[in-house]
Nanobody, 125 residues
């Protein structure tokens, strides 16, 4: 059983930054890709970013390219999402996610099977 616990959300003004963290447990962390999703108020959950098991390749949704950075620390079983130049439209519940398969493509939203409880990010204008 995979457990994912997010932290680091909060209220920030437009243009500000936040760093989200995700602690993973329950299986060998380093062999799997990881990702971040978000669900804005009244909207569907959407994929935001993904990272390969080694951290060597990263992928981003167009709305966050150049502003968000996903990283991981396999020695600590942690995944991070650094969010800069935040906009009000970034307001959402952010979820850490993991796939079932080590060969999953971290840029494909439909290949994620495990989710954390989410952390709220609110960006004020």
């Amino acid at each position: 059983q995979v457990q994912l616990v997010e932290s680091g959300g909060g209220l920030v003004q437009a243009g500000g930054s936040l760093r989200l963290s995700c602690a993973a447990s329950g299986r060998t962390f380093s062999g799997y890709p990881m990702g971040w999703f978000r669900q804005p108020p009244g909207k569907e959950r959407e994929w935001v970013a993904g990272i390969t098991w080694s951290g060597g390749r990263t992928y981003y949704a167009d709305p966050v390219k150049g502003r968000f950075t996903i990283t991981r620390d396999n020695t600590k079983n942690m995944v991070y999402l650094q969010m800069n130049s935040l906009k009000p439209e970034d307001t959402a519940v952010y979820y850490c996610a993991a796939p079932r398969n080590i060969y999953s493509n971290p840029s494909r939203a439909d290949e994620y099977d495990y989710w954390g409880q989410g952390t709220q990010v609110t960006v004020s204008s």
